[in-house]
């Protein structure tokens, strides 16, 4: 799985919601779920099952699945 995918995964599974209404574009409050609350528990998951760390200068920026998946991207050196 690459990790686009994985990380969609891992967004649907802790907000609870179908794979398919995830896209790229999509952003914290696009979904009732995604508040602040719900970004931490995505980043947090993410870190733990991807195996990455966020520094913390940037987790207010990562706010939109497109964002996510490029800072674990660079952070992976993928």
């Known amino acids: 799985m690459d990790i686009k995918c994985e990380i969609i995964s891992v967004i649907a599974r ?11 574009e999509m952003a914290a409050g696009d979904i009732e779920q995604w508040d602040s609350m719900g970004n931490v528990a ?10 990455v760390d966020f520094p913390v200068e940037d987790l207010f920026e990562l706010n939109t699945v497109g964002s996510i998946v490029n800072k674990v991207i660079e952070l992976k050196n993928v």
Request: glycine letters at 0%; zero cysteines.
């Open 14 to 24: 802790t907000l609870n919601v179908e794979e398919s209404v995830i896209t790229m």
């Open 42 to 51: 995505i980043l947090t998951t993410i870190e733990n099952e991807l195996n």
